[in-house]
């Protein structure tokens, strides 16, 4: 009886200090996301900003995310044309193929990859850069010199994955919509024009504006977290590999959840077009 009440004490003793951990993580990224922010837009405004890092980070994200970010486009403009496309023949409504693009691929799978890009490809970048200059104590170093980490190298990063983040939402967009065009019209499934006026009458303009502001949310969730973890990483190469783990599933867990509460306050909000 008594080791089994200490085997419970001790799961809720456990599960109490992951709950109490999780919070201080949670606090630590939401400052760490305030104090970025506000570095990067004073900096900016009084023309402090580091726009050599910022262009040095906005290539290197873009070099080691734009092909993987297109060669997954392409089979998931295949996928969504096939499948949506075998359904609508079932029921006779081939005629919505091109609608189905407009909704599904703008409103969900633009921002969605493009964030599974930069919080995948980018953040485990980001998170193994700043995982190494922790441990190596050159960020300890900067704040001896008085010089700020957040300011000096995460701002920078900050400000380029949300701006690569909307490229990227673009790429994805533009690559998968021509994928299933091409499929879909060139296998005489469905004429140019059917296909281009259901994507006219239910796409809108908010989709857009929703996929490029869910984008930024994205890239900058995905950079707080790679930072955060990059920063903390402890115990030298094997505490940088397990930050770089961390922050890819954080980010992914994390972008999934907000993806969800996006989509749905602006479904609430929203009125969807019919016709």
Known sequence: MANALMGARGAVDLIVDHAKTGLNTAGEMVLLAWDSS?????????????????????????????????L???????????????????????????AVNAIGVMRQAAPLVAAIMIAGVVGAA????????????????LKVMGISPV???????????????????????????????????GSGS???GTYLGAFISFGQTLDLI?????????????????????????????????????????????LALVNVGITQLYVMLVPQRLV
């Open 38 to 70: 506000v570095s990067a837009a004073t900096d900016i405004v009084r023309g402090r900003f580091s726009w050599d890092e910022f262009f040095e980070q906005a290539w290197f994200m873009t070099r080691v995310s734009l092909l993987p970010t297109i």
């Open 210 to 254: 929703m996929a490029i502001l869910k984008s930024a949310i994205f890239g900058f969730l995905a950079v707080i977290v790679a930072a955060h973890k990059g920063l903390n990483a402890r115990g030298g190469p094997k505490g940088v590999s397990d930050a770089v783990n961390q922050s890819v599933v954080l980010s992914v867990i994390l």
């Open 190 to 192: 469905v004429s140019s």
């Open 151 to 185: 300011q000096r190298l995460v701002a920078p990063r900050l400000v380029a994955a949300v701006i690569i983040g909307v490229c990227l939402s673009a790429v994805v967009a533009t690559t998968a919509i021509l994928t299933g065009y091409v499929l879909v019209v």
């Open 72 to 98: 997954v486009s392409i089979p998931f403009g295949v996928i969504v044309s096939v499948q949506v496309g075998g359904v609508a023949g079932q029921i006779g409504a081939q005629s919505f193929i091109g």
């Open 126 to 141: 980001v998170t193994a850069d700043l995982g190494a200059r922790t441990v190596r104590e050159e960020i300890d170093a």
